[in-house]
């Protein structure tokens, strides 16, 4: 459904309004969360200061308030994190706005807080580490921070070093919470910050160049304002429209609104959209005085597909577990392989497992099609991270192999009785599957949403249709497709219950055959040849390109600190596919960060960062 359709069709919405640029969508989001509170060491507080100062600069009550933002806190206590960037962003901002009195107030009560310089996740780090680097700035020649153990000098270069390291760390392997439909959205705003506040030309730099990888990823990696599986992190299921009442979606798709509007089916609407908190991320996106460069729009446009583009991420980083504190995780941790169309695209890639790290939130295989309706991806993935209550997150397992070629994919599920990682990572992630340590779930699901077009089944295969993409299933062995698959939501779920078990998919569009019914019959021309001894799975896809698929069996027990492979053998029209061991961050025709270089090439031209000296160098062309 087209974008202004949805506004003719739905007065109350803001698309009712004329948001036909990014300026005046960042207009109408600055006055929809001008009102929202900007109470005592609010998480979002300082976004809705931000938003009210945007439209009235000289606004005493806001300033005020951040006064006195954390007056509430009790003595030995920290501030809410989050809020943290914000507020150094307002006092950078708006430095002139506060009287000498309002700057001591705050002052003092932010050289209480003794986190500034800690970690957490990677996004905890660097909302801290940009405040802390910030408040330096601004009080050059302060005692007392960190509850009194540091000057404004130590606090400053600390953090000046850590923060780098994150930023430069991004161009030599990228971040782990890659893509997360969550945090990336959080990942964005420390470096809004310090773009629009930092006074040192590096650290500015430094910041403009992790928007510019930031936001090519996310430019490169979505369809439709969806995040291209695999991606790491997912609080919440990702929809494709937005209605009234439709409650918390993922944030980062507000981003992609706010940038790329025409993109997709998305509108926000006021009164829901402001209620909720998360939302509040995009306000950041809004004001801030860095906006996507035209190589990154077109990118994200879709006008450079289709495409096939690999990526890597590096490891989480748990003390004790995994590396990855301060930009040092290892790379190669999760390897993505994705196509692109401008009808589809599909996603897929493997792990190297750390067994005791954090995987309950990540997602390894999806696609995605063209379609007005709110869901409009298909998914598959075997129940492991959370098998106690199958909740439908945690879409991963050490249990799945994946084979991809373009819109063709091959997904390999061998099960043991057993849970070879029994007891292994932290005891809270354990209580999401400890029921199974002894009876692992020996069954592979896909489930495709219940509003799709059409749905037939023939000769083994499952084939569905939405309005011009054709979509193929095979099970490799029986299956079922249960209706009423509660976790699923509105989704029909196809259910393979073996140990050893898998699927085939192939994708097409009208372009390449002119009826449903003349897809159906180029699929059928030819059946996956199953080994199961070797379980080895060849199949000739409707472009006649043969992909293969052979089960490479996972060294499950190793020390806490070391990976597990967890990747088929491929091959594609007989020529194996190595793994890429030099981890490139990503590599595409259109877009690539090799060797510390960020290159876009576009109709709208092309743009370079390199930053392989000390400071990052921009080019456009």
Known sequence: MAYGLIASLLPGFAAAQDLSTREKRAAWLTEQFCGAPTGSNAKFGAAAALARLALNPDDAEVIDRITHFYDKVPAGSNGQQFSYPGVAWVLGKYWEKFTPAQRDHLKARLKGFNDLLGHGTENHAIMKGAAAYLFAQYWPDETGWLRGTHTSAQLMETARTQMLAVMRSLYDKGYEENLSTTYAAVHLFPYYALYDCATDPEVKSAADAALHFHVTNLAANHFGGLVIPPYNRENAPQQNTYRLGSGYIATLQWVH???????????????????????????????????PPAAIDCLARGQTVPYELTASAPSFGHFGTSPG????????????????????????????????????????????????????????????????????????????????????????????????????????????????FKSLIQEALVRYPKSIDQKTEAHGWIFLREGDVYIAIRPLKAYTIDANYKQAGPFDVVRSAFARTGF??????????????????????NVPVVDWDQFSVAYTNVSGDTLTATWNPPKYDVPKGERVLVRPEITVNGAEVPIDTTYPVSKSPSVELVDRVLRLRTPAGHLEVDWRGKVPKFSNQ
């Open 504 to 525: 085939v998919f192939d994708i097409a569009t009208k372009e390449e055959f002119p009826t449903f019914e003349a897809f159906q019959t180029a699929v059928n021309r």
């Open 325 to 436: 504190f301060w930009g040092t995780g290892t790379p190669g941790t999760c390897v993505r392989y994705v196509y692109r169309d401008k009808l589809y695209a599909m996603g897929s890639g493997f792990f190297q497992y750390y067994p005791d790290e954090f995987y309950v939130d990540y997602n390894a295989f999806g696609l995605i099609y063209k379609s007005p309706d709110k869901y409009n991806y298909i998914e598959c993935h075997h129940p492991y991270w959370r098998s106690n209550d199958r909740t439908w997150r945690g879409k991963n397992s050490p249990f799945m192999q994946t084979a991809q070629h373009k819109g063709t994919a091959i997904a390999l599920f061998n099960i043991p009785t057993a849970d070879p990682w029994q007891g292994r990572g932290r005891s809270s992630w354990q209580e999401y599957r400890n029921n199974h």
């Open 257 to 291: 609104w706010l940038y790329w509007a025409e993109a997709q089916n998305r509108i926000p609407v006021g009164e829901d959209f402001v209620r909720i908190g998360e939302n509040q991320y995009v306000v950041y996106a809004a004001v801030s005085d860095w906006m």
